[in-house]
């Protein structure tokens, strides 16, 4: 009976290792997140769990501005994973590209952090070509265009009219099941009511993913009626937003992760790209600035 305990013990910790340390990274409990990496390591060797939260590790680093630590921590990550993909290929599981993913964005933000910005993108291209047709080519592009997009033309939206041409823009990138985004929506809301009569159009992509919150697979004309559903209820608030589905635009916005927030001024260049929800105040005075 206790080595049956002591095996579930074992199989629950494998499971949740990685959410385990991302939590601590993410409260800045840096030392904790490595000593049970360090456990988990001794352990279970380079396992595809240990080398995901080893990625944490990673970004956590970086997070307190420890970039050369930083990089070379997402160098072993890569080297570790490379070594892993001898047996399996990539997609097989879900913590290979996730680690090698994080790892490959946290030394392109940690060499342009010191200033190496070529070099940066250097190695987010060649990771792009490398593993193209994989699950985190869009990671790939959305780091690249973390380093390009601002002060250039937008990329093409599909799927609508270019109807605000002439107007600043705002993109809000965002899918149905995406907390972050239903979180955000409120902002957007409020500043759409706030800058739209002053010229502000809202655009909000979206698009098709296969399954919806409650169901693994569904047919494009079932996640549809999701899509209305949700939209309905948590960003009909978006005076007269444009709402175009279609996947490509996330491949050319980089945007795999929702939301994403992207701004460009009546010129149609690009003055924000930004993953992830952004507080309020910092998004008015952006839109601020390209108004004028």
């Not at 800045?28 to 944490?56: C, I, K, V």
């Not at 930083?70 to 990539?90: F, I, M, N, P, Y």
């Not at 997609?91 to 030394?107: I, T």
């Not at 460009?264 to 952004?278: S, W």
């Amino acid at each position: 009976m206790r080595f049956l305990l002591l095996l579930l013990a074992a199989a629950a910790c494998h499971a949740q290792i990685v959410p385990y340390v991302e939590g601590l990274v993410t409260r800045g409990d840096l030392s904790g997140a490595q000593a049970m990496t360090a456990r988990y390591r001794h352990e279970f060797g380079n396992a595809p769990e240990t080398l995901a939260a080893m990625s944490w590790l990673a970004r956590g680093e970086f997070k307190e501005h420890h970039y050369d630590k930083a990089l070379t921590d997402a160098e072993e990550v890569q080297g570790l994973v490379k070594s892993s993909l001898a047996l399996r290929k990539l997609d097989s599981e879900p913590y290979l590209p996730l680690a090698l993913g994080a790892s490959l964005e946290v030394q392109a933000q940690s060499l342009a952090a010191l200033n190496r910005r070529s070099e940066a993108l250097q190695l987010l291209q060649s990771a792009e070509r490398q593993w193209s047709g994989t699950s985190i080519v869009g990671r790939l592009q959305k780091n690249i265009l973390l380093l390009t997009l601002v002060g250039h033309p937008l990329p093409e939206i599909r799927g609508v009219a270019d109807t605000w041409r002439g107007k600043p823009v705002l993109f809000f990138f965002w899918a149905h099941w995406c907390v972050d985004c239903k979180a955000m929506s409120p902002v957007i809301a409020k500043l759409a009511a706030e800058f739209e009569p002053r010229g502000l159009v809202v655009v909000a992509p979206t698009r098709l993913y296969g399954y919806t919150a409650q169901q693994e697979h569904v047919t494009p004309a079932e996640e549809k009626l999701v899509l209305k559903e949700v939209f309905d209820r948590y960003y009909a608030a978006i005076p007269n937003a444009i709402v175009p589905i279609d996947a490509s635009n996330f491949d050319r916005f980089g945007a795999s992760t929702t939301p994403t927030l992207v701004l460009a001024d009546k010129r149609g260049t690009v003055t924000l790209y930004h993953p992830g929800a952004m507080p309020e105040q910092a998004l008015r005075e952006a839109i601020q600035l390209v108004e004028r």
